[in-house]
Nanobody, 117 residues
């Protein structure tokens, strides 16, 4: 089992930055692919970024490439999402997730990011 707890969300002005953290518990986390997703009001949850278990490979949605960066520290069982050049359309609840197979099985409770214009 893996438990995930996100933190670092908040209210920020457009153009600002935040670093989201996802603290994990469970022995298998370091073997998991980790990802960040977000869900804006009235919209479906969407993929933001993912990172391989080793941290070598990362992927990001086109909408956030160049502005968001995912990283992990397996020694700390933590995944990060550095978000910069924030836009009002980035306002959403951001979720951390992890998977050992092809499906994300573990989810956090989410952290709210609100970007004011």
């Amino acid at each position: 089992q893996v438990q995930l707890v996100e933190s670092g969300g908040g209210l920020v002005q457009a153009g600002g930055s935040l670093r989201l953290s996802c603290a994990a518990s469970g022995r298998t986390f370091s073997s998991c692919v980790a990802g960040w997703f977000r869900q804006a009001p009235g919209k479906e949850r969407e993929f933001v970024a993912s990172i391989s278990w080793s941290g070598v490979r990362t992927y990001a949605a086109d909408s956030v490439k160049g502005r968001f960066a995912i990283s992990r520290d397996n020694a700390k069982n933590t995944v990060y999402l550095q978000i910069s050049s924030l836009k009002p359309e980035d306002t959403a609840v951001y979720y951390c997730a992890a998977r050992l197979t092809t499906t994300y099985s573990y989810w956090g409770q989410g952290t709210q990011v609100t970007v004011s214009s």
